[in-house]
């Protein structure tokens, strides 16, 4: 290295930088300098000579962004990928999803899903997977192998299960799998996800929650997703959902719930008072006819929301700048009030919303100096981009997922000029067809 | 040409092909034979060897579909894409949409805007448009250059509007415009669009409506789009809007309304009797907060319903494949009901419920042997296209319009591997740029 003259691992040069730090402007011609793994500098290229690099990625005609954080998803789920659709929720589950998965998971098959989910991700701009399901150590190797950052979690229910035949053991599968991967690795976190309060005995719902505690690891759930969920606890408990778990203990900062679209207004006030986050899955939430999640609200009592694609069986896609048109235009035409989910208020839901929701918005989530350095950068070049007035309202209302040129997660270029440089998409691709083909694709 | 050998001008071979022909299932390994403009004929490839063509189109890996129709747009507002978005409807109209209007409009600014439509329509599947604008003869003029299908209607409305500064001369231009094109063009039919009920007199109406009539030409006009505009109008006719445009005499079946959002049960059985068209405009209803089309009642009384992006300045792109995405769910959550208008349903209603609208149903909209050749090519060997159960699933809840690889307008290859054959699509991008810069774009 010449003295006085630093050598970065990567330079993005040109472009509109968002930074999503609260307060700062879209800032035009942007220079961001990487270090390892760590973000060294955010300036503009104007009267600077430009350092030396290693990777030099142009951002001409683009907008940089940090990377869009998937805040609840199931990845293995990808095989099953429009396999039953437009159906009334207990066909759906009781006669395809359930049966499916009771005949086609196994540790081969979700790790196959997962990479294909992985592969889904990163070409449509994710650089971190909230994601759950059974032999999650399936998809920590998946995750692990794409260089995707990712919090993993071993769903755990009362039922028989993938993996799990025995319900009595399913927190002794979740704790091994807290212990297994720990301290695996920088980029991957390990967790618990109790499927549900209906699915779950309140006896499995406190001891994941001290097991979470213990290892001081986020717990996620799913709450009130649909009106029948809501109605049998009530039945069951003569209290609303949020406040069973409550009562139980579980409602704290560790706590991730997905959906929350039947909570009631005390409910978003003890969720609020309880620093509970809230994983947003507007897409899902419309396909399976569930309900609309009074997210405005949510945010008006200052709770943190995430936004998630929930899994292909529900969506079908992986598509977070999907899920960001559908966020913002469902609270408009829900509340009748086009001013709400403003375009802005939507990106910092996927970026440092998602980030505050797995308490790493210390390192995620924004392009700032000394955070990781997660970044995408969006083609504008297009005919469908053109002009650009307000480049939050391009990434909302105009792009799509294959608007993402390069993806850098951790200070690594996972995908370049739109191809791969962790995963070999070709394989993946031959072998979830394969799976998909067993299952009974075309 | 060989003794017995035909020589097609474009074969299409491979793929999965949806013919959207009613009681049709999706035929893999389809084969297309073209002629001239027409489609000769519709097979397979198995057991027939190739015929010779001058254009051989490899679907392998691919959907066949008939190109999309985009039931309801304005295509010269691409130039106003994302200039103005949360805000409340009287704000972004008088504040921003009117104001950039009067400033801006002109003959080249609205043929430059609306061949970056027809650039975005054709690279996401569109081939043929439900236009209408000011300065209306410039839309042909792109359409004709882009080689779209096109219904292209000049916007009267009793105002000041830009090119017909006296409001008493609109019918008068709008006539001047049928002439001017009547015979023009196999692909391009002229036509007159009243803005709307509130901002057309009911002696425009009635004019508009003799006119369009006498040519035999479908009239369009915006209908009950926002709950203001019921309510005025109640209050200064005393009728629902459908019965006040009833008593004008408007509504048969050369009738296309966009939007209907606030029509009643009788509305909608009066509407339905009377056989007028409908234009869904989902994702600009969500945007602007003006509520929801009853979709699933208005299929099941038996009416056409074609589906339309609406403007740029309220959507804000013209991918009818995130449009028949938003029109499933959002019917399913507004009625809560998942089995409402399930993927085929929404596929009819963007091809062969589109050429209904239009009274091209037996030219377009769907794929068989006699029909004018308008078809894309979806690829599918991408992630999230991975696996394929059913294509139909496929194409509305995982697909965007980057999926379109190939378009075929009129026996035309417009479109082929993502290039585009007549449009320079450089030269108009940059001269939108030059007029979003004029406007104030970055």
């Known amino acids: 290295m010449a003295r006085g003259k630093r050598n970065f691992d990567i330079i993005i040069e040109g472009g509109t930088l968002l930074t999503m730090v609260d307060g700062e402007d879209p800032l035009p011609g942007a220079r961001v300098l990487i270090s390892g793994d760590r973000i060294e500098e955010v300036s503009t290229r104007q009267n600077s000579p430009l350092p030396e690099t290693n990777a030099l990625i142009s951002a001409e005609d683009a907008i940089i962004l940090p990377g869009l ?9 990808t095989i099953f990928r429009g396999l039953a659709d ?58 692990d192998m794409a260089g995707i950052r990712a919090l993993v979690a071993q769903g755990v229910i009362d039922f028989p299960a993938p993996g799990v035949p025995d319900p009595k053991e399913n927190l002794d599968v979740g704790m091994a799998f807290l212990e297994r991967w720990i301290d695996f690795s ?9 499927h549900s309060p209906i699915t779950c005995s309140a006896s ?27 109605e049998e606890i009530v039945e069951k408990t003569q209290l609303r959902p949020a406040f069973f778990l409550d009562d139980l203990g579980l409602l704290n900062s560790n706590l ?20 509970v986050k809230i ?7 419309m396909k399976l006819g569930s309900g609309i999640a009074a997210v405005p609200q949510m945010l008006r009592k200052g709770m943190t929301v995430g936004l998630g694609t929930d899994s292909c069986a529900s969506n079908n896609n992986l598509d977070l700048f999907g899920e960001m048109d559908t966020a913002a235009k469902l609270a408009k035409v829900a509340f009748l009030d086009p001013t709400l989910l403003d375009a802005k208020s939507v990106v910092r839901m996927a970026t440092i919303g998602g980030a505050q929701l797995i308490g790493l918005e210390n390192e995620i989530g924004t392009i700032e100096k000394g955070k990781k350095a997660d970044i995408i950068i969006i083609s504008t070049k297009t005919p ?15 792009a799509t997922g294959a608007d993402v040129r390069d993806v850098i997660i951790n200070g690594t270029i996972v995908y370049r000029d739109r191809q791969f440089t962790t995963l070999d998409k070709a ?16």
């Open 279 to 285: 994983a947003h899955c507007p897409e899902s939430n």
């Open 384 to 398: 469908h981009m053109t002009p650009i007035y307000n480049p939050y309202s391009q990434i909302v209302y105009s």
């Open 204 to 230: 499995t719902l406190r001891q994941a929650y001290e097991i979470s505690t213990r290892f001081n690891l986020p717990l996620q759930i799913h709450l009130s997703e649909t009106q029948e969920e809501l």
């Open 69 to 77: 954080i998937n805040a609840h998803g199931h990845s293995p789920m």
């Open 86 to 143: 437009d159906l009334p929720l207990k066909t759906w589950l009781f006669d395809y999803i359930f049966p499916a998965e009771a005949k086609h998971l196994n540790p081969d098959t979700v790790y196959w899903g997962s990479l294909l989910g992985c592969l889904e991700m990163i070409a449509s701009g994710t650089t971190t997977a909230v994601d759950s399901y059974f032999f999650a150590d399936q998809i920590v190797r998946a995750a």
């Open 427 to 442: 394989e993946i691709l031959n072998e979830v067809e394969k799976i998909g083909q067993r299952i009974g694709a075309l």
């Open 186 to 194: 920088d980029r991957i976190t390990p967790g618990l996800f109790c």
């Open 256 to 275: 991730i719930a997905a959906h929350a679209v039947h909570v009631n207004d005390e409910e978003i006030d003890l969720l609020a008072s309880r620093e």
